[in-house]
C-alpha cells in the first residue's frame, strides 16, 4: 500500500474511491480542497465524506474496495457512515494464487540479528521466564498463589536473568466435551505455551477431576516431565498448602539453569512476529496496519514468520489474501476457515458484522467489510504460505494466517501458542495490555491518542495521516523497534507490568 494522498482535511487512498476521510474534524459548509465539494454537515475526525453522488443500494468505495452499500441516496458532501452506509453481501473473486510472485529475499550475510536465547531444541526466545500453566480454572488460585511466591518475596533477586514467575490461569478446562473444537484447540494452547521458546521452565498444575486430564495432554502431545517441565495435582499433592509449597520447591529447582540461560546473536529469521489490531479506529488501515505490513514485509525479506489472525477481521478482504497465497490449497484452506465463521456465528444467533464495535464505530469505521480491508493491510504484500488452525504450531518461514476470533486478547493467545516471540499491536483508540510471556510492542494510529497514552504505545504512526511520514519510513522504524525488544529492551506495556490477564483460550462449544 501507497501512502496516502490528500490537501489538508481530507485523505484519498485510491483514485477510484467515492469517499475520503477527514484528517481533522470538518465543519458544515466547508469546501474540501481537491474534491470539488462542499461538507453537507460535520465530519468528525477520521470519518467519511462522499466526493461524488452514491445512489440507494450503490456500493460505497474506500481502498479501491467495496466496504458497504449505501441504505439512502448520498449526496456530494454528505457525512458517510451508518445512517446512509450498511453492510451487504457481494461476489468476491478470490483469483487463487494469481497475486503470487517470488519474495525478493536479503542475502544471508546481511540479514539483520538479535540478542536472545538459543533453546535446547534449536528455537529461538526474546524472554525467560518460568510459566505455571493450568489444565483447569479450578487450579488457577493455586496458581496465581505460586507465582506471588516469587514475585513479591524477593525470591527471583538471586536469579537476575530470570524474567519472571507468571501464571498462565483461564476459565474453561471442565465442563466441557473431552472431545471436538474447544478440546483440542485448549490442548493445543496448553501444549504451544508448554514448550514455549520464551519460557525456560513450566509447571502445570491442575485440580485432578477434570475433563481436561493431564496425562491426557502429555500422551497426546509428547510431553515428558523433566528438568524444564514439570505437573502436579491438588487433589495428589493434599490440597492448597502442601501445592503451592511443592509448586515453589520445583521451580526454584529449574531457577538455576534458567538463570544460566544468556543471550547470544540470533538470525532475525528465528523471529515469529504476532500481526495483532485492537481498538481500532479509521486510522488504523491507513496508517499503523499498513507500516506493520511493511514491518512484516521486510521480517519475511529477513527469513522471518509473520502470523496474520482474527479471521472474522478479514471478512470481506480474504479474496485479497487468497490472490496470494502459494497454492490453491492454502487459498482453499482460508475460504474454507472463512465459511466455517459463517456457520459457527449463524447458529449461535450472531452475524458477521456484529463487528466493529462501538468504538470503532465512534472512530469512522462503518462495516467489518472496511474494518477488514484496514486489517488485512497488517500482513503486508508477501505471499501467503499457510493458513493454520488456532494454536496450531506454526512450522512455515513467511507470512501465514492463524484461525482465530476477532477479541484481541484469544486471538494473541492462539498467536503464542503457534510459535509468536514477539507481538506488534496496532491501536487507533488506545488499546493497553500486554502478552507474557511475548513482548507486545504498541502502534498508536494517529498522534492525537499517542500524546494522550504515550506512556503506554511504543511508536506513532499518526505521522502518515499527517503527510510528514511515509509507510515505508515507519514500517523500518517498526522492524527496527521489533528487533531492539527482541533482544531485551522492555515496551512499553511490559515496564507497566502487563501481560498476567491476557491468557484467554478459544472456548468453544457448550458449556456443560
Not at 493 to 508: K, R, T, Y
Request: include cysteine; glycine fraction near 12%.
Amino acid at each position: 500500500m501507497t501512502s496516502p494522498t490528500g490537501a489538508g482535511l481530507t485523505i484519498r487512498l485510491s483514485p477510484n474511491d467515492n469517499v475520503v476521510v477527514s484528517r481533522a474534524e470538518i465543519l458544515e459548509g466547508t469546501e474540501v480542497p481537491g474534491e470539488g465539494v462542499t461538507t453537507a454537515n460535520r465530519i468528525p475526525t477520521g470519518h467519511k465524506v462522499a466526493t461524488r453522488a452514491i445512489e440507494k443500494g450503490a456500493p460505497v468505495v474506500k481502498y479501491d474496495q467495496v466496504i458497504g452499500f449505501a441504505t439512502k441516496d448520498i449526496a456530494p458532501g454528505e457525512h458517510v457512515h451508518v445512517q446512509n452506509c450498511g453492510m451487504g453481501e457481494f461476489d468476491r473473486d478470490y483469483a487463487f494464487c494469481e497475486g503470487a510472485k517470488p519474495t525478493e529475499m536479503v542475502p544471508e550475510g546481511e540479514r539483520a540479528t538479535f540478542q536472545g536465547y538459543r533453546r535446547a531444541d534449536g528455537r529461538a526466545g526474546t524472554r525467560n521466564y518460568i510459566g505455571i500453566l493450568t489444565s483447569v480454572n479450578c487450579s488457577a488460585t493455586v496458581a496465581r498463589y505460586i507465582a506471588e511466591a516469587f514475585n513479591r518475596t524477593g525470591i527471583l533477586d538471586e536469579f537476575p536473568n530470570v524474567d519472571g514467575v507468571c501464571a498462565f490461569v483461564h476459565s474453561t478446562g471442565c465442563g466441557m466435551a473431552d472431545s471436538g473444537d474447544g478440546y483440542e484447540a485448549l490442548q493445543r494452547t496448553l501444549w504451544g505455551y508448554a514448550r514455549h521458546p520464551n519460557l525456560a521452565g513450566v509447571l502445570m498444575v491442575g485440580l485432578g477431576c477434570e475433563v481436561n486430564q493431564i496425562p491426557f495432554l502429555l500422551d497426546a502431545y509428547g510431553l515428558s516431565t523433566g528438568e524444564r517441565f514439570q505437573t502436579l495435582t491438588i487433589q495428589e499433592t493434599g490440597g492448597t498448602r502442601r501445592t503451592v509449597d511443592e509448586a515453589i520447591e520445583r521451580i526454584k529447582a529449574m531457577l538455576p539453569a534458567a538463570n544460566a540461560a544468556v543471550r547470544e546473536t540470533l538470525p532475525a529469521s528465528e523471529l515469529t512476529l504476532a500481526l495483532q489490531c485492537g481498538g481500532s479506529d479509521a486510522y488504523s488501515g491507513i496508517t499503523a496496519n499498513p507500516a506493520l505490513g511493511q514491518a512484516a514485509d521486510l521480517l519475511v525479506r529477513h527469513g522471518g514468520t509473520a502470523i496474520l489472525s482474527e479471521t472474522p477481521e478479514i471478512y470481506g478482504a480474504e479474496h485479497l489474501l487468497t490472490r496470494r497465497a502459494v497454492s490453491r490449497e492454502v487459498g482453499e484452506k482460508l475460504i474454507e476457515r472463512i465459511h466455517w465463521w459463517e456457520d459457527y456465528t449463524r447458529r449461535n444467533g450472531g452475524e458477521m458484522n456484529n463487528n466493529p464495535s462501538p468504538g470503532n464505530k465512534a472512530g469512522g469505521l462503518t462495516t467489518i467489510l472496511e474494518k477488514s480491508l484496514g486489517a488485512a493491510a497488517k500482513g503486508g504484500t508477501t505471499n501467503l504460505v499457510g493458513v493454520y488452525k488456532y494454536a496450531e504450531p506454526v512450522t512455515a518461514k513467511g507470512f501465514v494466517f492463524m484461525d482465530s476470533p476477532g477479541y484481541d486478547p484469544c486471538s494473541v493467545t492462539g498467536q503464542v501458542a503457534s510459535g509468536a516471540n514477539v507481538v506488534c499491536f496496532t491501536t487507533g483508540r488506545g488499546s493497553v495490555f500486554g502478552f507474557k510471556p511475548s513482548p507486545s510492542i504498541k502502534l498508536a494510529t494517529n498522534s492525537a491518542m499517542y500524546a494522550r497514552l504515550s506512556e503506554d504505545m511504543d511508536i506513532n504512526c499518526g505521522g502518515i495521516a499527517e503527510g510528514d511520514r511515509t509507510i515505508e519510513q515507519v514500517g523500518r522504524e517498526i522492524f527496527e523497534k521489533v528487533l531492539e525488544i527482541a533482544s531485551g529492551t522492555p515496551s512499553k506495556s511490559e515496564a507497566l507490568g502487563f501481560g498476567d490477564a491476557e491468557f484467554i483460550p478459544w472456548q468453544i462449544g457448550a458449556v456443560m
